[in-house]
């Protein structure tokens, strides 16, 4: 015997599914929203974090004394100095020596797996590349420190056991694989068209690199530079235990420099008492890191704007 359909029964299961959907439809967004709201508000509280502590230090340490002076003695029992110089100087020798280091073997790297290589061996090769960017920035700092420096003190003389030129190396070596891995998409990104056409007004297949590939992709190239300025800005591990803790005012790379993050983890690490300012100065140290790369990657994503070719 066929069961009865009620038609009215089904039209009124019918309309509360639809509004449980409606219902569900208003929630998503909202769901959506507050995930999405998760790192802006870790970033608000980061910074107003930086900014309050900060802003304590200051009240302590005039702005004069920490832009202008080039001596950090921040535990000094008899008269503490605070200065950030000594630091910033650090931390951009050992960047210049990690770019110098990055840059070029980098975008040689991007140019060989764009270009040059075969399918085949571009399979193989750029895992390997990327396998740099997998090891732990601390055993970076372990091979500077226990092969690199050893080996440069053989053929650099005067070169101390901890200075500015062995973890700048190791950091450009770190940093390779993101400025291959990025300027090589940018390099595939150009038409295959362009560089046909160039060959067949006779171009070499080099002439074709430096003139028509290069060009085309030179905003994603050179914003792949800028974030691995960025990259060796905020490296840690490396410079602390490579570099050494000397807040020397010095140009020299073969001496002993101290970075920003270096101090920050040598606050933290205990010999400053909560609430001191010599604690306090490891968030003005922070927050000067914070804008540095703040406008290094607005600096990357102007450039990426400003000359990106669109095909």
């Known amino acids: 015997m066929s069961k009865t359909v009620n038609v009215k029964e089904l039209i009124q299961k019918k309309d509360k ?40 230090f200051f009240n302590e340490v005039s702005f004069m004394q920490f832009f202008t002076t080039t001596e950090l003695r921040p535990l000094s029992p008899v008269e503490p100095k605070f200065s950030i110089l000594p630091l910033l100087v650090g931390t951009i020798m050992i960047t210049l020596v990690a770019m110098l280091v990055a840059v070029p073997i980098g975008l040689t790297t991007a140019i060989f797996l764009s270009e040059y290589a075969s399918h085949n ?3 193989i090769l750029k895992p390997i590349i990327e396998v740099l960017a997998g090891i732990p920035t601390i055993v970076y700092g372990f091979f500077a420190f226990t092969f690199v420096t050893p080996i440069l003190r053989e053929v650099v003389p005067g070169l101390q056991s901890t200075n500015a030129l062995s973890p700048g190396i190791v950091m450009g070596i770190m940093i390779i694989p993101l400025v291959a891995s990025l300027s090589e998409d940018a390099m595939n ?118 000359y990106r070719e669109a095909y």
């Open 121 to 123: 061996t571009r399979k």
């Open 17 to 56: 599914l639809a509004k449980v959907k409606a219902k569900i439809e208003k929630f998503i967004p909202l769901f959506l929203f507050a995930l999405a709201s998760i790192s802006i508000l870790t970033t608000v509280g980061i910074l107003s974090t930086l900014v309050y502590e900060t802003y304590l």
């Open 189 to 306: 990104s150009v038409p295959n068209a362009m560089r046909e056409g160039a060959m067949a007004l006779g171009a070499t297949k080099l002439e074709v690199t430096l003139r028509v590939v290069i060009p085309a992709a030179i905003s994603g190239i050179i914003a792949s530079f800028v974030l691995g300025i960025s990259r060796a800005l905020g490296e840690t591990m490396i410079v602390t235990i490579a570099s050494g803790s000397s807040k020397n005012f010095t140009f020299d790379i073969t001496q002993s420099m101290q970075t920003m993050t270096a101090y920050i983890v040598e606050v933290t690490s205990g010999d400053a008492a909560s609430g001191t300012t010599a604690y306090y100065s490891l968030y003005a140290v922070a927050f000067t890191l914070f804008i540095f790369t703040l406008l290094m990657n607005m600096l990357a994503r102007y450039i990426a704007r400003r």
